[in-house]
């Protein structure tokens, strides 16, 4: 017997052509998640069955359980469109539970009306059955140590005890593709998150200043793609050098503005990036704050440097909000190993914590900045991480 | 671009023949040695050769040889397996600061979990441990020594005869391990002059396998093993041998100790050649540990003032050169290693060391190249740091 998952999916709201398209790129992106697996999914009144070896039934409910786009989903079993049928399965169901677990309700949904029974009415016969044959059944409506479900489809009839969580949101892809800044730090990855949970493919951008940094910072960065690359097919990941770049500042610049003026060539670079990708958002870690990088001038004068809609998802989400987001998307831990993607000798000791446009503006006059974005550009590695 | 490996003290490049020999044992002498059929009297006699081939380096005694997985387990076998055998003899166990990891922290779990007392001997400016402090240290009670031959990160050479002579006048029953990794098959292994009980060793740093590496275990020894099994090597090591590693042991440590003496002196060459390259390219640097002179012939720890050791690390890596350094840019704060902190320099000097360690595979000609590159990139870094 195969193993049957039932995905449930839906933003309420879904309608008309909408539904369709966010039905395929869902059905789409399941079936990608179980590339691995002698799976098939198919539509069923308005969930996705999905059909695989039962051994592989936990491995394959983990990885749905990680798309976007699903609410939950159930291992069901299956019995045909016959009330006794339909008994003889609970039966068995309830049989196998543990008798501690005494305390019951059933729920129906009757996608099929052409089923004779009402679901109140299967609520109540199937209910009065059970407790025959298992006298220990008390029904509990409020509280109930188990819940039998049984939905009436029109082949055939599935009953489930148990529901597992998925991440909600939209299916990757349906909203548009977009370039997230990553660093190696808590932040970044966490956005990249929230902003594929909308429904948005990603790419993603990753500056490094090696030989003032080491490499296993770079890994980093592929090692965090690769935990988000869980909740789509693979995310293609461009790293790019700044180190010229931040010894020309140096160079140049007074310090306490160096960190002012590099964030805004990143802007640029991941505009540049994103017009030869056809990204049509920025996604960063920014939120806001008191320190340097976080105050409203900096994030301003930042975002003067770019034309592009950038997206901030961790805006209204605080220091531990984040951590946990991170802890529970599994990031957390690669992102505080100790290797940082930005060298401190780069780093001011004072930055400017409410800079002038004018004035970043005219040191930026002085630097040859296209041939420095050219040569930075010229210098991407790209690799396309998967799971 | 040419790349040269100066990390040497770390890991080596395996011999091609080594390589050749691995692989044929791997893929034809597949028996288990303790099997009855000739496949796996075939493959004990892998082990037997290589078991030989190691114990020339110290008295010919092949069943004074233990293979282990390498110098960690080693240390490991000797240190926890010697304290806890003997424990009834006594509870005081001697170490120093400037011992490998897998030495010092076996010291610290005595400690904390076993309930030993441990002393750690200090060091001076070179590396060097003063033998008079541990003869004032040594009493009936102490029953283990351990103290490594050759230093790792900066190259010291411990006086082991006049630490063995020592320790064995104020208690001669005292056992005195040495951690013989950086200098086995490289420097004769003196363990009769030296009075030692056992000796740690590592395939991987003599152009071996990783993977392998032995205890040696002066007859008479008596030590409890770390694990439980089919009663292998003596008892003190169960699990099924592994033969193809062991047997790369064994051809590596040949090649290796072969004229062991002109290779050393063609090694002490090699470092000063890079040595005396950097001195007349004109910048400033310091020796740390002892004088290049006196240091092992293989290893030589500078410090490049101003400059971060991963930012020259990574530059020099930049130019196909791969060195050491001598802390990690952990968490934006420098870590520097325990070593260098035992040896009281200041922070500028322990947060800018680079070490440089040579094997048979390098030459002349690469290590003055390594050696102006270094000036250039130092020179360069200067320029961009303030």
Request: glycine share 6%; charged share 25%; with cysteine.
């Amino acid at each position: 017997m195969p193993a049957k998952i039932m995905v449930r999916y839906g933003e309420i709201a879904l309608k008309g052509k909408n539904r369709g398209q966010f039905e395929q790129q869902l059905q789409r992106n399941l079936n990608s998640a179980l590339k691995d697996f002698p799976a098939t999914v198919k539509r069923l009144h308005g969930r996705f069955m999905v059909s695989g070896p039962e051994e592989q039934r936990e491995t394959m409910q983990q990885r749905l359980s990680k798309v976007f786009g699903v609410v939950s989903l159930s291992p069901v079993k299956e019995a045909g469109l016959d009330l006794e049928e339909i008994k003889q399965l609970a039966l068995e169901m309830v049989g196998n539970m543990p008798p501690e677990r005494n305390k019951f309700r059933i729920k129906t949904r009757r996608a099929n009306k052409d089923f004779p029974h009402p679901s109140p009415e299967i609520n109540q016969l199937l209910g009065s059955y059970l407790q025959q044959h298992f006298p220990r059944l008390v029904v509990d409506l409020k509280q109930p140590s188990f819940i039998l479900s049984v939905e009436i489809g029109y082949d055939k009839a599935y009953l489930y005890l148990e529901r597992i969580a998925g991440p909600g949101g939209l299916p990757v892809g349906i909203t548009g593709r977009g370039l997230l800044l990553l660093s190696g730090g808590i932040d970044s990855p966490v956005a990249g998150w929230l902003a594929m949970k909308r429904g948005l493919a990603l790419e993603a951008i990753h500056f490094h200043s090696y030989p003032f940094t080491s490499r296993r910072s770079q890994e980093k960065a592929v090692d965090l793609c690769r935990k988000l690359a869980l909740s789509c097919e693979s995310i293609p990941l461009h790293m790019i050098s700044l180190t010229n770049i931040q010894k020309e500042l140096r160079s140049q610049c007074p310090e306490d503005l160096s960190i002012i003026l590099l964030r805004r060539i990143m802007l640029r670079l991941a505009e540049l990036l994103s017009a030869r990708q056809k990204l049509q958002a920025l996604v960063t870690g920014e939120s806001l704050g008191q320190v340097a990088s976080q105050t409203l001038e900096s994030i301003t004068v930042t975002a003067k440097s770019t034309g592009m809609l950038i997206l901030r998802p961790l805006l209204g989400m605080d220091k531990k909000e984040i951590v946990d987001k991170a802890t529970a998307v599994d990031t957390y831990n690669i992102s505080i190993l100790p290797y940082e993607d930005c060298c401190t000798l780069f780093l001011p000791k004072n930055p400017v914590t409410r800079p002038k446009l004018e004035v970043v503006e005219n040191y930026e006059a002085k630097l040859n900045l296209d041939d420095l974005l050219e040569e930075a550009i010229g210098s991407t590695e790209t690799i396309i991480v998967k799971s | 671009m040419t790349e040269i490996y100066l990390d040497n003290s770390a890991t080596t490049r395996p011999y091609p023949e080594v390589i050749a020999h691995v692989s044929r044992v791997q893929g034809e002498i597949y028996g288990n040695p303790s099997s009855m059929h000739e496949k796996g009297v075939e493959a004990e006699k892998q082990i037997k050769e290589a078991r030989w081939r190691i114990a020339s380096f110290f008295s010919d005694r092949e069943d004074e040889i233990i293979f282990t997985s390498g110098g960690t387990e080693a240390n490991n076998l000797a240190i926890k397996g010697a304290a806890k055998r003997n424990r009834n003899k006594g509870n005081h166990l001697v170490t120093s600061l400037v011992e490998h990891p897998s030495v010092l922290n076996c010291f610290r779990y005595l400690e904390e979990y076993e309930g030993f007392r441990v002393t750690y001997l200090p060091v001076d400016q070179q590396g060097l441990i003063d033998p008079e402090q541990l003869k004032k240290l040594v009493d009936k009670n102490t029953i283990l020594v351990s103290i490594m031959h050759v230093n790792n990160e900066i190259g010291t050479v411990q006086p082991l005869k006049e630490i063995g002579s020592l320790i064995k006048k104020q208690n001669p029953s005292v056992l005195f391990h040495v951690d013989a990794v950086q200098s086995f098959a490289r420097l004769p292994l003196k363990t009769n002059e030296w009075q030692a009980d056992m000796l740690s060793c590592s395939a991987h740093k003599v152009h071996g396998p990783r993977g392998s590496g032995c205890l040696w275990v002066r007859k008479g020894t008596l030590l409890q093993p770390l694990m439980h099994g089919g009663g292998q090597e003596k008892e003190l090591r169960p699990g099924t041998e592994n033969v193809p590693a062991i047997a790369g042991f064994g051809l590596a440590a040949r090649l290796t100790g072969e004229n062991q003496h002109q290779k050393a002196a063609a090694l002490g060459n090699l470092k000063l050649s890079f040595y005396r390259t950097l001195q007349q390219k004109g910048i400033d640097f310091y020796v740390n540990g002892p004088p290049v002179e006196e240091s092992a012939v293989h290893i030589i720890n500078l410090s490049f003032s101003g400059l971060p050791s991963e930012v020259l690390l990574h530059s020099l890596e930049e130019r196909g050169i791969y060195v050491s350094a001598g802390s990690a840019c952990h968490s934006r704060k420098p870590e520097p290693s325990h070593i260098l902190q035992a040896l009281d320099l200041d922070r500028d000097r322990l947060e800018s060391a680079l070490r440089f360690s040579f094997s048979c595979y390098n030459n002349e000609q690469e290590v003055e190249y390594a050696a102006a590159q270094t000036a250039e990139v130092v020179r360069e870094l200067r320029a961009i740091i303030r």
